[in-house]
């Protein structure tokens, strides 16, 4: 079956268009249209700006989508759109636009948790068949607005064990940027700073919640030492190349060790034959490398999953495999009910994982 998926809860448009057979999911084109650029010079996403653009670049998006795979509009079995959670004006353009395609073109339309496709972003090109899937999976959600340890035992059921008390380890990449004065989004350019450090650094920041007993994060208090540290530093001197690398190794280094001893504690307990990153934070390559590592020196029989290039960020192709799963779990009833979504489905900011 084709599902054409649609994604535009945040700053990116996607449509994408995946196949699913024998269980496989393979992409046939996954869109981008990024405003990274746009809003840049706002320091951060600006919400009507957003769904502006989503609603300038929606169509053109589809059309190449639908051109870059060859497919017609009759050959498409499902329509599969994030319903949230995300910024209500950019969600309610792809909802919108979603709801109008199943009406006019008669498919089933299904709603998506974006972080429920962040996970899924995991399993493209992955055969359920051959159980290269492998329960209980424990997923380290890392993105701009989530960082959670969710515990699968099966497809689409989650149990989250841990979140973020205060911000999103994205958000502090991001924050800690503008401090160091490196622009939007700052996830890529702090992961480009580190690299440039190879010393032994002078700066210590905090681990918190390093050794609490529960399965929590806390990332505000780690800004806020950044920012104190910085603000110290220019009042003696003004913001040196070599400082502003040295402070985003430092960052970087004390998120990942966060991040990846947690997610060793909570193996620990939960005993998963699968751990897997999901998010924009999963782009991240020292988390990917840390993480691999720890894996393999403590539990060596664990599989490792990571997102493949271009399906860590936001995109379509991770809602519509998503969807696709969804929609296998479903018995004929249901299935035609969703024939009849585009009346009721409704863009939800703060959509809970069920
Ligand atoms: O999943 P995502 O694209 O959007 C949300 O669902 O929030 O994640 C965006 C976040 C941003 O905070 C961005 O700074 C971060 O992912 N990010 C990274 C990297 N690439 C993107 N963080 C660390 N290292 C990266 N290479
Ligand atoms: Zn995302």
Known sequence: MIILGIETSCDETSVSAVKASNDKIEILSNVVSSQVKLHAKWGGVVPNLAARE????????????????????????????????????????GTNFAKTLSYLWKKPLIGIHHIEGHIYANFVGL????????????????????????????????????????????????????????????????????????????????????????????????????????????????????????????????????????TMKAAEKYNPKTIMLAGGVSANKELNKQM??????????????????????????????AGYYRWKNMNSSQKKEFLENWKLLQADAGLKMK
């Open 127 to 262: 055969s359920n068949k051959k159980s290269e899937i492998k329960f209980p999976i424990l997923a380290l959600v890392v993105s701009g607005g989530h960082t959670q340890l969710v515990l699968m035992k099966d497809h689409l059921k989650y149990e989250i064990i841990g979140e973020t008390q205060d911000d999103a380890v994205g958000e502090a990449f991001d924050k800690v940027a503008r401090i160091l004065d490196l622009g939007y989004p700052g996830g890529p350019i702090i992961s480009q700073e580190s690299e440039k450090f190879n010393g032994k650094s002078n700066i210590n920041l905090p681990r918190p919640m390093l050794n609490s007993k529960d399965f929590n994060f806390s990332f505000s208090g780690l800004k806020t030492a950044v920012l104190y540290a910085t603000k110290d530093y220019k009042e003696k001197k003004s913001l040196s190349s070599s400082f502003i690398s040295e402070m985003a190794h430092e960052f970087q280094e004390a998120a990942v060790e966060v991040l990846v001893k947690k």
């Open 54 to 93: 989503h609603l300038k670049n929606i169509i053109p998006v589809l059309e190449e989508s639908l051109e870059k795979a060859s497919i017609k509009r009759e050959e498409i079995d499902l329509i599969s759109v994030t319903q949230g959670p995300g910024l209500i004006p950019a969600l309610l353009v």
């Open 292 to 321: 691999k590592e720890s894996i393999k020196n403590n539990f060596p029989n664990i599989i490792f999953l990571t997102p493949k290039s271009q399906l860590s960020l936001d995109n379509a192709a991770m809602i519509a495999t």
